[in-house]
């Protein structure tokens, strides 16, 4: 046909078995086809309903569209090497036993342009034997671009699968549904530096996959995935949103549609800027939400409810959150909850050195466990110890869990802080748990009124252990509870690092209320309201350091053993001023100066 022009109109079309419905090689013009009648291809394995390049790809471009029904195998194949690329509109089913419609496109700015609209369905796999997908275009370098409207399916091994190499982008608006029948129901893959948009534009659409709902393999250029409320993600069994590059691209998943999967319900993973957000309920059976920073970041913002272990097999995270040199940030706002089944509510991780200052921020406004306590812990919080950062945790969202309520371990040399206004309880083990392991980080725990904080371990457990000038402080304006344990202990451990607990509402306890003991030298302050119900109500014990001690109680003071025990190597002073303290063995107030 050389470089001639080829425009091809159709009625309906119908041939024997062996031959394509509309056959074109071998241009160098553009192709122009336009599909107005049905078209069936002969019954052979290989007979296209429109073959468009199949021995010689044309280099010339195609534009094409079907009106009418296109059947196949595939239904529509072509392949193209050219700047014009090919554009082809679908207002019309299109089926194939081997592919509903397959475009390649060699010319390395040639675009690939795939509109499907008016309720049309497309199907790769019409033989169900799951092989053959809905739309495969495959483009060197030419834009890629997919729209679906509302009422529109496609469907396949999976349902969309698109990959660019070198710069190219790939840019995806659904407003029908997807369906991957044995795979993903949408596949985008780049290697080169294009970016990856995938758009769920409409409340009825449904993205489904057997294995995943969104699939999304990236190199160096950024990710962004976005769904509208009513609209759902499905992954069946491995993710409902995966979007991965191996580079320092941003990464951000924005849904307001629901998320599910067997699997994980959303996970990103890159060495950029990780960016999740969800409006609407997100669930997963290996983590609800899972996003990895690397040296780029973690930021997630949830307004909905997260489940990580939907399958019940203690496996899953609400929110598992990992980077190395770079920062967490994680905010459940009001309304918003993670419960069901979860192993941890929230776990967050970093493995290395973000420099001072936050590393991880944790803001609970929403709840943890509510209805379903989570089976470990509510939020943990860990940093490496090659870290200068610090950890903050704050909420006014409540935490119930069967291991610790709330663990913060920094084993570097930032501080922990952590300031609560709601209910905190462990069923299990201890409501909340502030470690620093390296030296010169303090420690903050602030309770404040109206909240109540309840473990069957310590309700509070403060520890120092890194020598240098590490504080540990602790200040309570709401209720704490032990039921088996100390209410709140303390320990310090070396340096000049001092304690300080004031308490100025009740403690209820089955051993000691306040426990405190330092080997530091920067002393020991506890001041107290009533305690009660104990085997001691106050242990200051500063006899491996130099700590001066200095208790005081603003309330009544009894327990079944001794009620106060004050030991320092300097000064000691106990101040019980117009209180009653009883003791059920020995003095009920001892207060040592040990000068050995």
């Not at 610090?390 to 922990?416: F, P």
């Not at 509070?460 to 309570?476: C, E, F, K, L, M």
Request: no cysteine.
């Amino acid at each position: 046909l050389g470089k001639a022009a080829v425009t091809i109109t159709t009625g309906d079309i119908t041939v024997a078995n062996g031959y394509d419905g509309i056959y074109v090689t071998g241009t160098a013009g553009l192709v122009t086809v336009n599909v107005n009648g049905v078209v069936k291809s002969g019954d052979t394995i290989g007979d296209h309903g429109v073959s468009i390049g199949e021995t010689a790809a044309t280099t010339g471009g195609v534009i094409g569209a079907n009106t009418k029904a296109v059947f196949g195998d595939p239904g529509i194949f072509i392949a193209d090497n050219s700047a014009t690329g090919v554009k082809w509109d679908a207002s019309a089913d299109v089926s194939g036993s081997a592919g509903g419609i397959v475009i390649s496109e060699a010319n390395a700015t040639g675009p690939l342009t795939v509109n499907v609209s008016n309720n049309a369905v497309i199907d790769g796999d019409d033989d169900n034997d799951k092989a053959g997908d809905g739309i495969k275009l495959d483009a060197a370098g030419g834009a890629i671009l997919v729209t679906s409207t509302a009422g529109t399916t496609i469907k396949g091994q999976d349902g969309l699968d698109l990959t660019n190499t070198t710069n190219g982008t790939i840019t995806t608006t659904i407003a029908g549904s997807v369906t991957g029948v044995s795979g993903s129901g949408i596949v985008a893959d780049t290697t080169g530096t294009g970016t990856v948009t995938v758009s769920i534009t409409d409340a009825t659409s449904v993205i489904k996959g057997t294995s995943t709902g969104i699939s999304i393999d990236g190199s160096k250029g950024d990710i962004k995935v976005t769904s509208v409320a009513g609209s759902q993600i499905i992954g069946t069994s491995d993710y409902g949103v995966r979007a991965f590059a191996n580079s320092t691209a941003a990464i951000t998943v924005k849904t307001a549609g629901t998320v599910t999967s067997g699997g994980t319900g959303i996970y990103t993973g890159s060495d950029g800027l990780n960016t999740v957000e969800t409006k609407s309920a997100v669930s997963g059976g290996a983590n609800g939400i899972d996003a990895n920073g690397g040296v780029g970041g973690v930021d997630i913002d949830v307004y909905s409810s997260v489940e990580g272990d939907n399958n019940n097999n203690g496996t899953g995270h609400g929110i598992n959150a990992t980077v190395t040199t770079s920062k967490i940030d994680i905010n459940l706002k009001a309304g918003s909850s993670i419960d069901g089944n979860n192993v941890n509510g929230i776990y967050a991780n970093a493995t290395g050195d973000s420099g001072i200052g936050a590393q991880i921020t944790i803001d609970n406004d929403g709840t943890i466990g509510a209805v379903t306590a989570v089976d470990a812990i509510g939020i943990q919080a860990t940093l490496n110890t090659v870290s200068k950062g610090n950890i903050i945790i704050t909420g006014d969202g409540s935490v119930k869990a069967a291991g610790d309520g709330v663990n913060a371990t920094n084993n570097g040399t930032g501080l922990v802080d952590i300031n609560y206004t709601v209910d905190v309880t462990s069923t299990g083990a201890t409501g909340i748990v502030a470690l620093n392991t390296g030296a010169g980080g303090d420690t903050n725990v602030t309770i404040n009124a109206g909240s109540d904080i309840l473990a069957l371990g310590a309700a509070i457990a403060a520890t120092s252990n890194g020598g240098g000038d590490s504080d540990v402080t602790i200040v309570v304006n709401g209720t704490v509870k032990s039921t088996a344990a100390d209410a709140i202990f303390v320990k310090v451990t070396g340096g000049t690092g001092t304690v300080d607990v004031g308490v100025t509402t009740d403690i209820t306890t089955a051993q000691a209320g306040v426990n405190a003991a330092s080997t530091a030298s920067g002393g020991i302050k506890i001041e107290t309201a009533k305690i009660s119900g104990g085997t001691s109500g106050i242990l200051a014990d500063g006899t491996g350091g130099s700590s001066t001690i200095s208790v005081k109680v603003n309330g009544d003071v009894s327990a079944s053993g001794q009620a106060i025990s004050a030991t320092g190597k300097n000064d000691v002073g106990v101040d019980v001023t117009g209180k009653t303290i009883t003791g059920g063995s020995g003095a009920a107030i001892t207060a040592t100066m040990d000068t050995g």
